[in-house]
Nanobody, 115 residues
Framework: QVQLVESGGGLVQAGGTLRLSCVVSGSIPRLNALGWYRQAPGRQREWVATITSTGSTSYADSVKGRFTSSRDNARSTMYLQMNNLKVDDTAVYYC?????????WGQGTQVTVSS
């Protein structure tokens, strides 16, 4: 059974940094692209970043230049380094495959950025 578990969220002041982790377990092809997503209060879930099996990345315009995604295939773990956080980055952050598989949404990890 495939499972993706996010961690690393927290409360941080604007301009601060956080590093999120996503551990992928279960029997999955190692060549899958992975993605980060987020959902702010009252808004739909949105895509944030993608990282392919070879490490190629792409980002939403709202986070480009501030967020960096990486992955450690040996540890089945993906990371999201978030720098210069803004109040608008406040959301629950999720990881999933890219494109997302509805059955694999987890609980997410809360990121709260205070002004």
């Amino acid at each position: 059974q495939v499972q993706l578990v996010e961690s690393g969220g927290g409360l941080v002041q604007a301009g601060g940094t956080l590093r999120l982790s996503c551990v992928v377990s279960g029997s999955i092809p190692r060549l899958n692209a992975l993605g980060w997503y987020r959902q702010a209060p009252g808004r739909q879930r949105e895509w944030v970043a993608t990282i392919t099996s070879t490490g190629s990345t792409s980002y939403a315009d709202s986070v480009k230049g501030r967020f960096t995604s990486s992955r450690d295939n040996a540890r089945s773990t993906m990371y999201l380094q978030m720098n210069n956080l803004k109040v608008d980055d406040t959301a629950v952050y999720y990881c999933n495959f890219r494109p997302a598989v509805p059955a694999y949404w987890g609980q997410g990890t809360q990121v709260t950025v205070s002004s």
